[in-house]
Structures are given as structure tokens and as C-alpha cells.
């Protein structure tokens, strides 16, 4: 079954690419136009170029020293940066990252958010120090609600929201989170996303509307409307708040779903499939656009001068500012995080520095343009947008944050109606795959056993980026305000005369009428979420082993799939007699039970009518699949049954097939060091990247050699000090591949002194699996194959879900060895036993 957007947005579009042709009044660089194909629109935005906005910009731009101008294109991080660096700097912007918090406190009240902002402003217009009295202004990652605000409304992650084929709902969504925002003296919010997402191994794919572009455009066009309101005057009021598009661009589409890879589409692809939320957006009036992290043909887009200038800036028209990501000026090739000249070149405008290299990156810039270095003009060009968008948002008519119109109104922090939104759009997300003899919906009179993980845990069902980064480490007790699913299970059953125990483990005393068991992923943001395919819970099988369970003793079972993306869930669906996907629904799980449940009557209250956003995978190698690539999925873009459909669906295929590319062998170093990981060695608490032919840390050194080919081989020589080497990501890494009974890891090593030396996995704090070197080699200094069984580092505490360092050494004195071909492989010598 196909499902189609119908709007007014791809009318909208034609009238957008019809006009592509037109020039650009407003272009600020030298490039020629010409050079940038013709489907790349020209955009008029709802606010357009005022000449009395832009009088007030030059004449502030020309009373600027080039100090000050600096500051107004630097962002530093609230844990990183005082009150008083704001009086001596007179920061542009500011921000608070993912689990970032005033004075560090996770349980920070609304009125701490705004004394910070409060202090924060004061300080940046306070001239006694930087001679500038130009108001900073605060960004924050609102990206389902204000996430980071204990007991603010959570609304359901975007790939619910795709479900539900509902932009007004997700215009009203917009304005309550603008609310909700505006509510703690924060002006800014770095959302809406609009990533196409194309592959569901990608960590990031629950922060995408769809794999459909139509409906990623009409999403982004609705949620910038809304956090940003009418504009059609030209101004944005102070019950809204500045928008931002994000990540410009094809941050959905990297190679195996890869998070901060590299996207190789060719450039109308680009266009077509991931620049439509930036067409749509910018249409709307979205004041500010992120770079992405990600790199289009090999080269980041915090550096690429085409797309940032000469597309998004010259062709499209865009007159406000782009701002960085989490140090990805640092990513570029020939920049660090403290020194990169190359991003605003390249059309950045803020970098967002959120770490102490704030200050070295301020210093560098203002020496870049003294030296001329970096253009006056470039310099000019990126303050005179943060100003036209300062001046557009109010920020020099408006009182300062602690008196606006809706600041310390702890009301508006998860007020009912807002509620009442997000319960709306929990309802309207839910996807049912499976309804054999029409079970649901069940009638709330009953005697209902809820079981799973995800029954009664917020947390979970709020997914990454709810409260810390992660989303991991939070307990009820911090959503005050919210309601489980299990909870909403009970209301609606008490209410009725029914019964609902919570039993985790599906464990009961007396047989239930029917089972509802809520389980799914564990909350994850950004590469930590990245996996190596899309098979749900491989390896152990304990959700699957509870479903069974349920259904062996003859007890009718409900499926409620917690997740942030299609997942090969073939065996559990075949556990079920009915499969809901609730994705991440947030903070208001009272929703899935409003459908799941008839009313006391007895009749359907709210209808399940969710269509999938995102192609459904037969196979766990599936990946990418997407509508009308000609793979044949589970279920189609656009499935979702509804109440009134007759379809019993039979037992899927369980059998796993590896795709033949899935059995190739993980290189770690060949060459060179492979990505995702980076050669890092520690001594003591010193510590070093290896960025070219030699490293030296402490009393050790690491530098290339020549074996059979320049420069294939690592040679390492360890003194007195004991320390590590290890190829290691910020990330961690899916490698539950290399878990069959003949994977090791593997390589070539010369040991030409030492011993005692260990080798293994790192996986994060207290994991770890690191075994004696010498129990896997023969006794010789010469070149020799090693291989280490993944079972005997299993053995050793290895966890390959989540692994940070495929390998790494560790020595505890003197000792020289050489090696070369690290990889992990499928194809190692059987094993029996380990050391």
C-alpha cells in the first residue's frame, strides 16, 4: 500500500524550481551564479531585506573593532565559558549542548535556566570591558520539546511524528516547544532536522521525518513556521524563537548510514532526495542553517565553499547565518578546533566551540584577519547576518530575558495543553504491522498483564536526547508530569473496571486475559546509535524469549515496539498476534493506551491510523532500502493497518542470510589507519593522536615502516613508562558481526624485545576484554600471523555491541614490536578453548 503526501508543498516547489533561473539580488560573494545548476531554486523568504534593518547593521558593523567582530562569530558552551569571559569578550552566541546544564545540575529549575540567561545578557552589554554593548543570544538543542528542562513536555522523536502525515500537528508541536523554550530566557533552538535518512543503520535516523523528501519538506516548512510564527512583518516576537535548518546537507545519506561519513551522491541527488527541508525551511523564513559533520565526495561541508557560498548563500538566496556544529570547523582537512581560517572562507559563520579551545580559536581569528589572512569583507559579511538575525528576533528592543513576555512562567514548562499535543501526536504515530484476528483493539475491562523493559520506564520510551545527551541515566523520578506507557495502560483499564499489573519479567499468579509487552531500543544520540545492520537484539534473544513465553501458555500477545527506526524484528512479530511500532513517543505514553483500548462503551475513541515514513527491511542486510529502489521489503513505505482492515498476516521468514559483503573483514589498519579510528597513545595522563609518519608520547614512539609496500607497517617502541596504544573512535562501534564461532581478531606482528604484553577490545568504562599477547604467538622475533578468537576476548569482558578500540596494546615496560594488517575477520582458524 502506497501512501502519498498530498499538499500544497509540491506545487510550492514547482514554483520554486520555475524560478531557479532567476538571479539573485541579494548574493554576497564574487562567485558566478552560472556555475550552480539551475535546479537549485532562488528562495524568497517571508522576511525580506529591510533597509532599515540593514542601515542599523552597518552602522553598528562600522564602530566594531575586529576583536569585537570576532566575539559575534564565536560560540562558546556554558560549561566552558563564564559570566565574566562574556563581560571581557562580548560573545556573539552561546550555548548548551545535549545534558548541559546551569551551574551543572541536571535538576536545574526554570529559574536557574533564566537567571543564567539573565547573567549571560547583562554581561554581554556591559561595555567595560569589550566596548561593545551588543546583546548575546542562547542556543539550545530543542529537538522533541525542550529536552534538556527537567519536566518539560517531551513530544514523540521526528520518526513518529513522519507517521503521522499531520503538518498542522507538527506546527503546533513547534509552537508549544517555542513556548516552553522562550519560558527559561533561551531565544534560539538548533532545530528543525532535516535529514532525509536513507539508511537505517544511522544513528541518527530517529531524528528524521522520513525517507521521503515530500514529507521531510512539508514537516520542515510546518516546524519553522511554528517556532518562528508570523513573520510577515519582518520580525520575530519574543513567544518565538529563531530557528535553524539542519545539517546543510546529505547528512542522511552517507555510506552504510555511517554518522559524520562521507555521502557520494552526485549533485541533483543531493538536491533531490536531501536539500528539499532547506527549500522549505528557508521558505518559511528559518533565520539560521547548522553546516553538517557529514562530507560530500570526500570533503566536509564545515569547509565546502560551493555548497555553503556559492548554493546556499549566492544561488538560494539565504541572508541569514550558518552556524557550525560541535567543533566541525575542527574536522576540516588542515584545521584543528582551536585554529581553522578554512570554515569561514568557506561561508561558515559562528563556530560553535564548545570546549576551553574557544579561546585559542578567538586569538587565532583575530590574528588571521589582522595579518589579512581572512578578508575583511569575509569577516564583515558573516557578523553584518548574525546582526540583520539579532535585529529580526528583537534582541536590542527587548527587555532582557528575566522580563520578557513569558520568562520564570514555570507554567508554560509542561503545560497541560502542550500535553495534550504530544498526547495527540502519540496517538496519531503509532504504526500497526500486525492485528491477526482483530485483537485489537481490546477492550479495557479486562485482566491485562503488561510486561517488558519499556512498560514502565519514561526514559526509554523518550529515547536519546531527553535530559543528557544520550538520553541514558535518567529514572521516572525525573519527568515529573509524565506518564509511562504502563501508566497510561492502568488509567484506562481502572477506569473501566479492568485490571493492569506490571510484571517486567511477564511472570504472574493468576493467567491474564491478554499480554502487553513493551519493549525495543535502549536510548542512544548521534554515532553511538550507528550499528552494523538492522537485526533487533542479536545475540541474546530476551525479548523474543519472553513473547514465546506468553504465547506458550496461551495468553494472546500485544507487541509494543519501542525503537528510532525499522529494525528486523521478523521473530518477534511471529511471536505476537498483534505488532504496534509506538517508536519513541516521549514523555506522554498515556497515548498508546488511548488506541490500544476501546473506550467504557466499548467503541473505538481514537483510531489507529499511522503510516510507516521509513521502507520496513525483510532481512537484516537490507540496508539501504528505500520506496522504488526495486528491493522487495517486509513492509512497504506507507503500510500501516488500521482497525477496519481484514488482514491476518502470516508467519514471516526467520532465516538470517548474511549478504556476502557483511562477511568482508573489518580493517583496522592497512596502510594506513582505517575509519572510523585513529591511532591514539597514552603515558601516564599524557595523550596523542597519530596524525602523520611519527608520534611520540612520553618516553614512547610510534612512526611508520616499510615491510612489503612504504609504509605498511607500525613499528611501536615502549619505554619504562607503562602505557597504551589503540585505534580508537569517539563512538562506539556495532562489531556483533565478529562474534561467529571463527572470527578473531587478527594481524601480523614482529616482537623484537619485550614481554608481558597484552592485546584485546576496549568498549567503554569497565569494559574491556585484553588477553596476554604471548599466549597466541610462537616464540620468535620474526614476522608472524597472530590471530585472537573474539570468543576468548568475549571471554575476557569484551562487549562488540559498543566497541571504542577493535585494538589495543598495552604494555607495562620496555619493549619493541611491529605490526601491520589489523583487521578482525569472519575467517579464522576454529577454536576450542582460549588461554
Known amino acids: 500500500?502506497?501512501?502519498?503526501?498530498?499538499?500544497?508543498?509540491?506545487?510550492?516547489?514547482?514554483?520554486?524550481?520555475?524560478?531557479?533561473?532567476?538571479?539573485?539580488?541579494?548574493?554576497?560573494?564574487?562567485?558566478?551564479?552560472?556555475?550552480v545548476p539551475d535546479y537549485w531554486p532562488s528562495i524568497q523568504s517571508p522576511i525580506a531585506r529591510s533597509d532599515e534593518v540593514e542601515k542599523k547593521v552597518s552602522e553598528m558593523l562600522a564602530t566594531m573593532t575586529v576583536k569585537q567582530k570576532v566575539a559575534q562569530i564565536v560560540q562558546p558552551e556554558i560549561r566552558d565559558v563564564t559570566v565574566e569571559d562574556m563581560r571581557e569578550y562580548g560573545f556573539g552566541s552561546y550555548l548548551n549542548g545535549g545534558g548541559s546544564f546551569p551551574n551543572n545540575n541536571k535538576h536545574a529549575t526554570p529559574d536557574e535556566w533564566i537567571a543564567l540567561a539573565e547573567a549571560m545578557y547583562q554581561a554581554s552589554i556591559d561595555d567595560s570591558l569589550d566596548g561593545s554593548t551588543i546583546p548575546t543570544m542562547w542556543g539550545t538543542d530543542a529537538v522533541h520539546g525542550h529536552n534538556?528542562?527537567?519536566?518539560?513536555?517531551?513530544?514523540?522523536?521526528?520518526?513518529?511524528?513522519?507517521?503521522?502525515?499531520?503538518?498542522?500537528?507538527?506546527?503546533?508541536?513547534?509552537?508549544?516547544t517555542a513556548k516552553e523554550v522562550r519560558a527559561t530566557g533561551i531565544d534560539w533552538i538548533f532545530a528543525p532536522t532535516v535529514a532525509a535518512a536513507r539508511d537505517d543503520r544511522w544513528g541518527r535516523t530517529y531524528e528524521s521525518y522520513s525517507e521521503d523528501p515530500e514529507v521531510v519538506g512539508a514537516y520542515a516548512r510546518a516546524i519553522v513556521t511554528g517556532l518562528q510564527g508570523d513573520i510577515s512583518d519582518g520580525n520575530i516576537d519574543d513567544q518565538h524563537v529563531v530557528s535553524t535548518v539542519k545539517h546543510f546537507v546529505g547528512d542522511g545519506g552517507t555510506e552504510h548510514g555511517d554518522d559524520q561519513g562521507n555521502n557520494i551522491a552526485d549533485e541533483e541527488t543531493l538536491f533531490r532526495i536531501h536539500a528539499q527541508g532547506y527549500v522549505e525551511g528557508l521558505g518559511a523564513g528559518s533565520q539560521s542553517?547548522?553546516?553538517?559533520?557529514?562530507?560530500?565526495?570526500?570533503?566536509?561541508?564545515?569547509?565546502?565553499?560551493?555548497?555553503?557560498?556559492?548554493?546556499?548563500?549566492?544561488?538560494?538566496?539565504?541572508?541569514?547565518?550558518?552556524?557550525?556544529?560541535?567543533?566541525?570547523?575542527?574536522?576540516?582537512?588542515?584545521?584543528?578546533?582551536?585554529?581553522?581560517?578554512?570554515?569561514?572562507?568557506?561561508?561558515?559563520?559562528?563556530?560553535?566551540?564548545?570546549?576551553?579551545?574557544?579561546?585559542?580559536?578567538?586569538?587565532?581569528?583575530?590574528?588571521?584577519?589582522?595579518?589579512?589572512?581572512?578578508?575583511?569583507?569575509?569577516?564583515?559579511?558573516?557578523?553584518?547576518?548574525?546582526?540583520?538575525?539579532?535585529v529580526r528576533v528583537g534582541l536590542f528592543d527587548l527587555p532582557s530575558p528575566a522580563n520578557r513576555s513569558l520568562s520564570g512562567d514555570k507554567s508554560i514548562i509542561g503545560h497541560p495543553e502542550h500535553r495534550a499535543i504530544a498526547r495527540e501526536a502519540v496517538r496519531k504515530s503509532l504504526v500497526m504491522l500486525k492485528n491477526n484476528d482483530h485483537l485489537l483493539p481490546l477492550e479495557p475491562n479486562s485482566k491485562v498483564l503488561v510486561a517488558g523493559d519499556g512498560a514502565h520506564n519514561i526514559g526509554k520510551q523518550s529515547g536519546g536526547w531527553t535530559i543528557t545527551w544520550q538520553g541514558t541515566g535518567?529514572?521516572?523520578?525525573?519527568?515529573?508530569?509524565?506518564?509511562?506507557?504502563?501508566?497510561?495502560?492502568?488509567?484506562?483499564?481502572?477506569?473501566?473496571?479492568?485490571?493492569?499489573?506490571?510484571?517486567?519479567?511477564?511472570?504472574?499468579?493468576?493467567?491474564?486475559?491478554?499480554?502487553?509487552?513493551?519493549?525495543?531500543?535502549?536510548?542512544?544520540?548521534?554515532?553511538n546509535g550507528d550499528i552494523a545492520n538492522v537485526e533487533y537484539q542479536r545475540g541474546e534473544k530476551s525479548d523474543l524469549a519472553l513473547l514465546k513465553?506468553?504465547?506458550?501458555?496461551?495468553?494472546?500477545?500485544?507487541?509494543?515496539?519501542?525503537?528510532?527506526?525499522?529494525?528486523?524484528?521478523?521473530?518477534?512479530i511471529n511471536a505476537t498476534d498483534a505488532f504496534v511500532v509506538a517508536w519513541l513517543p516521549g514523555s506522554e505514553g498515556q497515548g498508546v493506551a488511548d488506541v490500544l483500548f476501546t473506550n467504557e462503551n466499548g467503541e473505538i475513541a481514537y483510531p489507529m491510523q499511522g503510516k510507516l515514513s521509513f521502507t520496513w527491511p525483510a532481512t537484516p542486510y537490507q540496508n539501504p532500502i528505500n520506496r522504488g529502489d526495486g528491493k522487495t521489503p517486509q513492509f512497504e513505505y506507507g503500510y500501516g493497518l488500521t482497525y477496519a482492515d481484514n488482514t491476518n498476516l502470516p508467519m514471516l521468514n526467520e532465516t538470517v542470510e548474511a549478504d556476502s559483503s557483511e562477511a568482508a573483514d573489518h580493517i583496522i589498519f592497512q596502510q594506513s589507519v582505517q575509519p572510523p579510528w585513529q591511532l591514539v597513545a597514552r603515558v601516564n595522563d599524557e595523550t596523542g593522536t597519530m596524525n602523520s609518519s611519527v608520534l611520540t608520547v612520553g618516553d614512547m614512539a610510534i612512526r611508520t615502516a616499510d615491510r612489503h609496500v612504504q609504509e605498511d607497517t607500525l613499528l611501536m617502541q615502549f619505554g619504562e613508562t607503562p602505557a597504551t596504544v589503540e585505534f580508537?573512535?569517539?563512538?562506539?562501534?556495532?562489531?556483533?558481526?565478529?562474534?561467529?564461532?571463527?572470527?578473531?581478531?587478527?594481524?601480523?606482528?614482529?616482537?623484537?624485545?619485550?614481554?608481558?604484553?597484552?592485546?584485546?577490545?576496549?568498549?567503554?568504562?569497565?569494559?574491556?576484554?585484553?588477553?596476554?599477547?604471548?599466549?597466541?604467538?610462537?616464540?620468535?622475533?620474526?614476522?608472524?600471523?597472530?590471530?585472537?578468537?573474539?570468543?576468548?576476548?568475549?571471554?575476557?569482558?569484551?562487549?562488540?555491541k559498543e566497541v571504542y578500540a577493535p585494538l589495543r596494546f598495552s604494555v607495562n615496560g620496555q619493549a619493541q614490536l611491529s605490526v601491520s594488517n589489523l583487521r578482525l575477520t569472519q575467517h579464522g582458524k576454529p577454536t576450542t578453548h582460549c588461554p
Open 1 to 35: 500500500m502506497q501512501y502519498r503526501l498530498a499538499t500544497s508543498v509540491a506545487a510550492a516547489l514547482g514554483a520554486l524550481l520555475l524560478g531557479a533561473c532567476s538571479s539573485n539580488p541579494e548574493a554576497t560573494s564574487t562567485t558566478n551564479n552560472a556555475a
Open 148 to 176: 534538556n528542562v527537567i519536566g518539560a513536555t517531551l513530544f514523540p522523536h521526528n520518526i513518529g511524528l513522519g507517521a503521522m502525515r499531520d503538518p498542522s500537528l507538527i506546527e503546533k508541536i513547534a509552537t508549544a
Open 289 to 390: 542553517v547548522m553546516a553538517s559533520f557529514n562530507s560530500w565526495h570526500g570533503e566536509k561541508l564545515h569547509g565546502n565553499k560551493y555548497l555553503l557560498t556559492d548554493v546556499l548563500k549566492d544561488k538560494m538566496g539565504f541572508d541569514g547565518f550558518v552556524v557550525g556544529d560541535w567543533n566541525g570547523h575542527g574536522q576540516i582537512e588542515g584545521c584543528t578546533n582551536d585554529n581553522c581560517p578554512q570554515a569561514l572562507l568557506a561561508g561558515l559563520d559562528v563556530y560553535m566551540a564548545p570546549t576551553p579551545t574557544w579561546k585559542p580559536l578567538f586569538h587565532n581569528l583575530v590574528a588571521q584577519v589582522e595579518s589579512g589572512e581572512i578578508p575583511m569583507s569575509r569577516l564583515d559579511d558573516a557578523v553584518r547576518r548574525v546582526l540583520r538575525v539579532k
Open 474 to 527: 535518567n529514572e521516572n523520578s525525573d519527568f515529573p508530569g509524565a506518564s509511562s506507557i504502563y501508566q497510561g495502560i492502568r488509567q484506562a483499564v481502572s477506569a473501566a473496571g479492568g485490571s493492569a499489573v506490571l510484571s517486567v519479567d511477564g511472570s504472574y499468579d493468576e493467567k491474564p486475559d491478554v499480554a502487553i509487552v513493551v519493549f525495543g531500543e535502549n536510548p542512544y544520540a548521534e554515532g
Open 549 to 572: 513465553k506468553l504465547k506458550a501458555d496461551g495468553i494472546p500477545v500485544v507487541g509494543v515496539f519501542i525503537t528510532g527506526r525499522p529494525l528486523w524484528v521478523n521473530p518477534e
Open 728 to 800: 580508537f573512535a569517539p563512538f562506539p562501534v556495532d562489531l556483533l558481526d565478529f562474534t561467529t564461532p571463527n572470527s578473531a581478531l587478527a594481524f601480523d606482528v614482529k616482537l623484537q624485545s619485550g614481554t608481558g604484553i597484552q592485546a584485546g577490545i576496549a568498549c567503554g568504562d569497565n569494559c574491556a576484554g585484553m588477553v596476554q599477547l604471548g599466549n597466541f604467538m610462537v616464540d620468535t622475533n620474526e614476522w608472524q600471523a597472530v590471530e585472537i578468537p573474539t570468543k576468548c576476548l568475549i571471554e575476557a569482558g569484551a562487549n562488540l
